[in-house]
Structure formats: C-alpha cells, structure tokens
C-alpha cells in the first residue's frame, strides 16, 4: 500500500514500483501454495494488502497517463478514420489534429459518413476531462474518446479500414438490408453491444422492465460462442490443451468486435478459467472465477471500477453465485425450469440493487417475472440471429433467414413494453452509500459459501439487515440542526424550516443541482404543502428548483442574495 501511494504521487519511479509489486506478489502466492491451512487467513490477508498496493499504484498513474500530453482546447485541423456512427456525431479512430496523432476522437456534426471512411475537417477541438463533478468521466474510460469535436462540415477523403472495423460493418450491412429499419438496432445491440441506434424511448421500456441487461455483451453471448466451438472441438477429438487457447483466441476477437466492453472481457475471462480448470482437471468455482477476473481487469484498467457497466455485470454474477443455489432449494415446490428462472432472476436483482440505486435511483418492481419470459426468447433469438448472420456473410441471398429472428424481436419489444406499462413498474429509492457494504455483508451471510452452522448464519444474517437498515434510514432522515430547522438528507444541501405553522424549504445550493431525489424526499417525509421556497439566484437553480415542485405549488418563492463559498457570513 505504501509504494502504491508513493508511485500514485509520483515518489516512486515507475520500474521500481514494478518491482516490489512482482515482489509482493510472488510472495503471497507462495505463501498462499505453500502455507498450512490454519494461516490461509494471513495470507489471504497478504494477497488483499498485495492487490490493494497494485491498485493504488496503477490509480495515480491511469490518471496522470490519460491526462499526460493533451492538446488545448482551440480549433485544430482534424483527420481520421470513421470507426462508429452515432446520433448527430462521428467516431474517429487514428485520428490527427494538425498533423499530431490525438486518439480517438467524437465528431459533433451533422453530416454523416460510412464507416472506413477517411474524413477532414476544420474543427473546435477540447479534450475530455477524465475527472468530472468529483468523480472519474467514465464515458471517456469506456469508449476511449479522447477528444470532442465540432464542425459543420466534414470532407470525405478517401475509404480505408482495419479488419475490426470492416467486420463491424459488415455486421450492421446485413441487418440493415435484411430487417426491418426499427427491428435492425436491436439487432446489432444484441451481437455487438452497440446500443447506438435504438431509440431512447424504446431503451426506456427494457429500463422499466428490468431486462436492458440482455443488450450487455455477457454470458449468454460468450457461452453460446463457446459451446458452438467445443461442438466443433468434440468432433475432431481435441485435447483440452489445444482447446483452451484457440478458444481464447476466438473469445479475444469477439471481444474486440464488441469494443472490449467490461461485460464481454468478464465473460470471457470467466469462460476461459473454465477451461484452463478442465485442462488441470480442478474444480471450477464461480466466486473464485468471478474474483480473479475482476482483478485482472483492474489491473489492465483500474479506472473501470467506476464504471456503471463494469460494476452491474459482477454484481449481477456475485448474487447470482452467492444466493442462486440456496433459493433453488428454497423453491423446490416449483417445476425445475422455472425454479431455476427464478432463483437466478431473484439473486441477480439482490446482486445489483445497490448498483441500480447508485445510477438510476430506482428498482424496477416486475422485473423477475419480465425476465422470466424475455430470457428464453433472448436465448433462442440470439442462436438464430448468429446462424443466420453467419449464413448470410457467406451467402448473401440467404437473408431471408433473418426473418425469423425479427419475429422473436417483435415478441420481446412487446414484452418490454407491456412490463413497461404496467402500474408501479418502479420504486424510487435512494442510493445506499456505505450501508452497501452492510448489504453485501448480509448476502455473503445469507449465502451458502460462508462456512457456518445455519441458527449463526441466520443470526448473522439478521444482525447485518438490522444494521443495514439502521444505516439506511439514518442517512436519509430528516435531521435537526437548530429550532424548528431541519436537513432533509445527510448528503443534501436542502433544509426544512418550520415555525408557527408556516413549512419553508431552503436551498443552500452554491451551484446548479439537478434535483431528482428532492420528489423522494419530500414525500418520504409527508411534506404535501410548502408555504415557501428560499432559493439561490446562481444559474438555472430557481428555474430547475420551481420545476420541480411544480405539484407543491409552493406560495411563495424568495431569490435569496448570492451563496457562492466566499460569501460565508451571508451563507450563515
């Protein structure tokens, strides 16, 4: 952790840091081979000092790497290659400005171009920031955009493309001419991920449903390419010691297709520990899996951990192996096919709820039962839309197959949009902050992998919930601060004021705030009638604030002076 934080602040050279990595590394691992059972809690205490070390190290760097050698923001000449179109912009790959090779670019303008085409263009051009708002962008993190760009104009060049990109469009070629122009996007987001050309509306539906997660590029995709491999394999009477990298291989160019998504490379890891533990004839374990996989992948990108998608794809996977075999016995009164479904569709949701909270402040409430129906139909739409896109690459006039897939579609899109509709298709909910970590304490204890007698693990189990909800509802009450005076959320700059009779809220804002929790909590804490609002004057603020109360209907609104962080005695 040491030589973690001290390269993190550049004290520390970076092949010297390598070094005591590698140190510590090998030895915990040797430690964790070598040692007597009764010290694997030391060691696996190691291990964790090891990779948090590894982890603080790689932080400082990632940033410092990301941020290194950027062009200030000003108008540039801009050429590169169109590698992803997008609503009202344009991905450029090997992208230059001014003859200086800049990385990938995201092109706002409103002509278009075909992919692999060589574009030019006179631009504004201003580097993404990687740290935004207090946290880290993301955006630029998963897409590797480096740089956004506006122009009016764009010329056209010439045509060139790798072989990644040239297979990407011809992907989206044979959908496009082969289905129908509202069924084709769902199409190319089902194989690659690319949730580009799907209509918001439509995204919302399969949001309110609970099944958006069939378009992440996971184990669905990733176990049908390797079974369809292994079918293969097992005809021409393979070893598992040529499988294993060939598989790897085809696994790392589909990978690539899908823009090496977090949820592909999880996968992809996972299935590729499958079959290194058949090669050594061990016995494979999903949480030892799913742990390994999640460290190699910080290790190559730490800053993926605050990522939306990283985070929902091994969440979703650590409730499903922590609680999906306990629930399959739970529910032994049900049929086989659909204990299964449920027990795997209930421990998913437990998996990411703490996610969900964090990113879209709501659980969708028919979710379980929307993914009953939809994954079925996913899984036979997925096999028949490969086969029949493998067919038609080969043979264009076999386009005709894809028909049938477009059906299944049809049937999911109605699916989504009927759960969509449904009454009270979400319960809107704070994030969990650090009671999440109470959370997952009481799943591990609810699970089967902790090794206890049953009466400790319920005990346990009920102590952590009673925790969590303690944990929960204090940070979200209402606290008093002074007479008749109180905060609405520990993390919220809003206050309610009572005093004879009259109910006043108060922003102490000091810049724009979007205000999305403020319905929440407004009706959480039975506050149906405002008399007054006490808001800043800094920018949107007033107008977004009476926005939001609109069904309040507030009296009276005061524009207090200015709040802004130097005028601390009028702040008080």
Same mark, same amino acid.
């Given at each position: 952790?040491?030589?973690?934080?001290?390269?993190?602040?550049?004290?520390?050279?970076?092949?010297?840091?390598?070094?005591?990595?590698?140190?510590?590394?090998?030895?915990?691992?040797?430690?964790?081979?070598?040692?007597?059972?009764?010290?694997?809690?030391?060691?696996?205490?190691?291990?964790?000092?090891?990779?948090?070390?590894?982890?603080?190290?790689?932080?400082?760097?990632?940033?410092?790497?990301?941020?290194?050698?950027?062009?200030?923001?000003?108008?540039?000449?801009?050429?590169?290659?169109?590698?992803?179109?997008?609503?009202?912009?344009?991905?450029?790959?090997?992208?230059?400005?001014?003859?200086?090779?800049?990385?990938?670019?995201?092109?706002?303008?409103?002509?278009?171009?075909?992919?692999?085409?060589?574009?030019?263009?006179?631009?504004?051009?201003?580097?993404?920031?990687?740290?935004?708002?207090?946290?880290?962008?993301?955006?630029?993190?998963?897409?590797?955009?480096?740089?956004?760009?506006?122009?009016?104009?764009?010329?056209?060049?010439?045509?060139?493309?790798?072989?990644?990109?040239?297979?990407?469009?011809?992907?989206?070629?044979?959908?496009?001419?082969?289905?129908?122009?509202?069924?084709?996007?769902?199409?190319?987001?089902?194989?690659?991920?690319?949730?580009?050309?799907?209509?918001?509306?439509?995204?919302?539906?399969?949001?309110?449903?609970?099944?958006?997660?069939?378009?992440?590029?996971?184990?669905?995709?990733?176990?049908?390419?390797?079974?369809?491999?292994?079918?293969?394999?097992?005809?021409?009477?393979?070893?598992?010691?040529?499988?294993?990298?060939?598989?790897?291989?085809?696994?790392?160019?589909?990978?690539?297709?899908?823009?090496?998504?977090?949820?592909?490379?999880?996968?992809?890891?996972?299935?590729?520990?499958?079959?290194?533990?058949?090669?050594?004839?061990?016995?494979?374990? /999903? %949480?030892?899996? $799913?742990?390994?996989? &999640? +460290?190699?992948? =910080? !290790?190559?990108? #730490?800053?993926? *951990? @605050?990522?939306?998608?990283?985070?929902?794809?091994?969440?979703?996977?650590?409730?499903?192996?922590?609680?999906?075999?306990?629930?399959?016995?739970?529910?032994?009164?049900?049929?086989?096919?659909?204990?299964?479904?449920?027990?795997?569709?209930?421990?998913?949701?437990?998996?990411?709820?703490?996610?969900?909270?964090?990113?879209?402040?709501?659980?969708?409430?028919?979710?379980?039962?929307?993914?009953?129906?939809?994954?079925?139909?996913?899984?036979?739409?997925?096999?028949?839309?490969?086969?029949? /896109? %493998?067919?038609? $690459?080969?043979?264009? &006039? +076999?386009?005709? =197959? !894809?028909?049938? #897939?477009?059906? *299944? @579609?049809?049937?999911?899109?109605?699916?989504?949009?009927?759960?969509?509709?449904?009454?009270?298709?979400?319960?809107?909910?704070?994030?969990?902050?650090?009671?999440?970590?109470?959370?997952?304490?009481?799943?591990?204890?609810?699970?089967?992998?902790?090794?206890?007698?049953?009466?400790?693990?319920?005990?346990?189990?009920?102590?952590?919930?009673?925790?969590?909800?303690?944990?929960?509802?204090?940070?979200?009450?209402?606290?008093?601060?002074?007479?008749?005076?109180?905060?609405?959320?520990?993390?919220?700059?809003?206050?309610?004021?009572?005093?004879?009779?009259?109910?006043? !809220?108060?922003?102490?804002?000091?810049?724009?705030?979007?205000?999305?929790?403020?319905?929440?909590?407004?009706?959480?804490?039975?506050?149906?009638?405002?008399?007054?609002?006490?808001?800043?004057?800094?920018?949107?603020?007033?107008?977004?604030?009476?926005?939001?109360?609109?069904?309040?209907?507030?009296?009276?609104?005061?524009?207090?002076?200015?709040?802004?962080?130097?005028?601390?005695?009028?702040?008080?």
């Amino acid at each position: 952790i040491w030589s973690g934080m001290a390269h993190a602040t550049g004290k520390l050279s970076a092949p010297l840091f390598w070094v005591i990595c590698a140190l510590v590394f090998a030895g915990a691992l040797a430690l964790a081979l070598f040692c007597p059972a009764s010290r694997k809690w030391g060691v696996g205490l190691c291990l964790c000092a090891a990779f948090a070390g590894i982890g603080f190290g790689l932080f400082g760097p990632a940033l410092s790497r990301e941020e290194a050698g950027r062009l200030p923001e000003g108008e540039y000449l801009l050429t590169g290659r169109v590698s992803d179109r997008q609503e009202g912009s344009l991905i450029l790959d090997g992208a230059a400005a001014d003859g200086l090779p800049i990385g990938r670019v995201q092109l706002f303008t409103e002509e278009t171009a075909e992919i692999g085409t060589e574009v030019e263009a006179e631009v504004s051009l201003s580097p993404v920031p990687l740290m935004e708002d207090g946290g880290v962008n993301t955006y630029s993190v998963r897409t590797g955009v480096d740089y956004f760009a506006v122009s009016e104009t764009v010329v056209k060049t010439g045509q060139s493309g790798d072989l990644l990109t040239s297979a990407r469009a011809a992907i989206m070629r044979v959908f496009e001419e082969n289905m129908h122009e509202d069924i084709w996007p769902l199409a190319d987001a089902l194989v690659l991920g690319n949730k580009t050309y799907v209509e918001e509306a439509r995204m919302d539906n399969y949001r309110a449903a609970g099944i958006v997660h069939i378009f992440a590029i996971s184990g669905l995709h990733v176990g049908f390419l390797t079974a369809a491999v292994f079918w293969v394999f097992d005809r021409l009477k393979l070893p598992y010691v040529v499988r294993l990298p060939v598989t790897a291989l085809l696994l790392l160019g589909y990978a690539a297709l899908c823009n090496f998504s977090p949820s592909v490379i999880r996968a992809s890891l996972m299935a590729c520990l499958l079959l290194l533990s058949k090669c050594l004839f061990q016995k494979y374990d /999903l %949480l030892n899996s $799913l742990s390994t996989a &999640w +460290l190699l992948i =910080l !290790l190559f990108q #730490p800053l993926f *951990l @605050f990522d939306a998608g990283f985070l929902m794809s091994f969440s979703t996977i650590l409730g499903i192996g922590l609680l999906s075999g306990g629930l399959q016995r739970a529910l032994r009164f049900l049929p086989g096919f659909l204990r299964s479904g449920v027990a795997v569709s209930v421990s998913a949701q437990i998996g990411i709820t703490p996610v969900m909270l964090i990113y879209f402040r709501s659980l969708p409430l028919w979710s379980v039962f929307a993914n009953l129906l939809a994954i079925p139909l996913v899984t036979v739409c997925y096999l028949t839309l490969m086969i029949a /896109l %493998l067919l038609t $690459l080969i043979l264009p &006039w +076999l386009g005709f =197959l !894809l028909a049938a #897939p477009q059906v *299944l @579609f049809e049937v999911i899109d109605f699916v989504a949009m009927l759960f969509a509709s449904l009454p009270g298709w979400g319960i809107l909910l704070l994030p969990m902050g650090g009671g999440a970590l109470i959370y997952y304490a009481a799943a591990v204890s609810a699970s089967d992998k902790l090794f206890l007698r049953r009466s400790a693990r319920a005990l346990l189990c009920g102590f952590l919930c009673f925790a969590f909800a303690g944990c929960y509802l204090f940070a979200y009450t209402p606290a008093q601060v002074g007479q008749d005076l109180y905060l609405l959320a520990a993390d919220s700059p809003l206050f309610v004021a009572e005093s004879e009779g009259k109910r006043v !809220l108060i922003d102490l804002s000091t810049g724009e705030n979007d205000y999305e929790d403020l319905d929440f909590l407004l009706r959480k804490f039975r506050i149906a009638r405002l008399d007054g609002v006490v808001a800043p004057r800094e920018g949107n603020s007033f107008l977004m604030l009476a926005r939001a109360l609109d069904g309040l209907a507030p009296e009276r609104f005061f524009l207090a002076p200015s709040m802004a962080e130097e005028n601390t005695a009028q702040r008080d």
